[in-house]
Every structure is written in C-alpha cells, then in structure tokens.
C-alpha cells in the first residue's frame, strides 16, 4: 500500500507540470452532463426498456473513483495508474435473436468520473426472448468524425488538431507509470484518426444466451483498460511513453496497434 501512495502523490505533481502538448485537454469537463449531439439520448416508448451499465476495470479492479492510487503492473513489467479516461461509442446496436435490433444512433460521449454518462438506454421490441449480440464503433466512424460536428463541451474539447488530421479524439486514456527507478512520469494514450486515417475499431460482442425476462434489461459494457496494451500486441510503456515524448498522437503505428488491441478490450455481463 505504501507504494501505491508513494506514486499516487508523484504522479500529481508529474502531471501539474506536463499539461502541455494537447491543446484543450487541461479544460475540465466536469460540469457538463451526458447530453450530446446526436447523442443517445432516451429510450423511445414503448418495448423493452434496456440500461446500457458502462464499467471500467484495470486488472480486474474497478477503476478506483480517485483514479490515482491504483497502479497495476501489466504485462511488460510497467506499473501504471489512470488518472483520466474519457471516449466515444457511436452507434451501439443490441440485436436479439429474431428481431429488429435496438440501435442508439450517432456518439455517446463517456467519461468516467460522470457517471451519468456511463449509461446507454435503448429500447427492444417487444416479444424477443433471447440476445444475439452487441455491436458498436468505438471512438467516431469517418463520416462523423468531422471537425465541427460538436460545438459544445465536453464533445466539442475531444478536438483532435487540424495539423493532425482534425476530427476528434476517439479516446484520452491518460495516467503516470513508474519509469525505471521510481521515477513516474506521465502516459497520454490518446486515440483517434492520426494524419486523417481511421483507426476506429469495430467492436462486435456475442450476446448469445443472454435472456430477456421480465419488463427491463440491465447489461454491464466493461472497458478492460489494461487490454488496450495487451493482445495482441504487447505494449510496453518504455516504447512509447518515455520522457520527453508522453502521448502517441503523431505516432500512425500506435494508433494502428491501439487499433488492432481494441477487439478485445470490451466484455459483456449481465448482473
Ligand atoms: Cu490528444
């Protein structure tokens, strides 16, 4: 325990001191709500009420409400903790067996320090028994991931640069990491269209078994953070995260890697 708090402290004070280098991430979206445009907004009358649970886990644990005080060492041997995650889902289809599939058109923004935002409603029809699976873009499919698409925070601060792209970020997975000798030192994997190219990832999750009974259905969405630098590609943070260089952002084969990692960083439960 001692540890983590040696770190946890570091990593404040590593971060107070590196906030430059992307622009409007230092703005603080806190006061702002789950609303969006093209948001998925409620739940139309009518059917199966379905509540969409988003949960983020490093390591099997619940991301902690701090953020701070979890490191967890991954697969490489680098000890890291998260001190901020936001992204978008765009279009999440949950599609039963035999039936029309329930679909929340356009971007779900997510935070995970506003936990309203970390709940997706839809609405099945009626009469479907069974799931068949869970479908989404994570981050923003080319044709919406265009500059201007959101002129209101927090949406509008996942702006990606023009000089990179333009569009918006597609994730801020942001934290600190212990860099040789106990020094922590900041990690910002952030994640989105770099130099214009799509690297959103298709995200398919088998629903199948899963039965509708009763007159709602609650699903848990898990992020498990660590898989992003796991599988099938390895990351290992002294590659991509070592001083002077913190983020990712002008680096195509990472994002490619990031890319090729976020099949399987999402899981299905039901509680
Ligand atoms: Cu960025």
Redesign the pocket.
């Known amino acids: 325990m001692q540890d983590t708090r040696v770190l946890g402290c570091a990593v404040v004070a590593a971060l107070g001191l590196t906030c430059a280098g992307?622009g409007a991430?230092v703005s603080s979206a806190k006061d702002h709500g789950a609303r969006g445009e093209g948001g998925a907004g409620g739940a139309p009358p009518g059917g199966v009420p379905v509540t969409i649970q988003l949960e983020h886990r490093v390591g099997g644990l619940p991301l902690g409400e701090s953020m701070v005080d979890t490191p967890f060492t991954n697969a490489a041997g680098n000890a890291f903790g998260v001190t901020r995650l936001v992204y978008f889902l765009s279009d999440v289809t949950l599609t039963p067996r035999g039936g029309a599939p329930a679909v929340a058109a356009g971007a779900h923004y997510v935070d995970h320090e506003e936990p309203a935002t970390r709940e997706i409603e839809l609405s099945l029809e009626e009469g479907v028994s069974e799931l068949a699976s869970l479908t989404f873009t994570f981050g923003l499919p080319p044709e919406a991931n265009v500059s201007g698409a959101f002129v209101t925070a927090p949406e509008s601060l996942m702006e990606?640069p023009e000089s990179m792209g333009g569009g918006y970020?597609y994730m801020?997975l942001e934290g600190f990491w212990s860099h040789g000798d106990g020094e922590v030192v900041p990690f910002?994997a952030?994640s989105?269209a770099a130099g214009g190219t799509d690297y959103s990832v298709a995200v398919e999750l088998d629903a199948a078994g899963l039965v509708v009974e009763g007159d709602a259905l609650h699903l848990r969405l898990i992020m498990n953070v660590e898989q992003w630098f796991e599988g099938p590609n390895l990351w290992d943070f002294r590659e991509r995260f070592t001083p002077p260089m913190y983020?990712i952002?002008h680096d195509a084969a990472a994002q490619r890697s990031l890319q090729q990692n976020g099949a399987t960083v999402f899981s299905l439960e039901v509680p």
Request: proline share 0%; glycine share 20%; aromatic share 10%.
């Open positions: 992307c991430d990606w970020h801020k910002k952030h989105g983020g952002m």
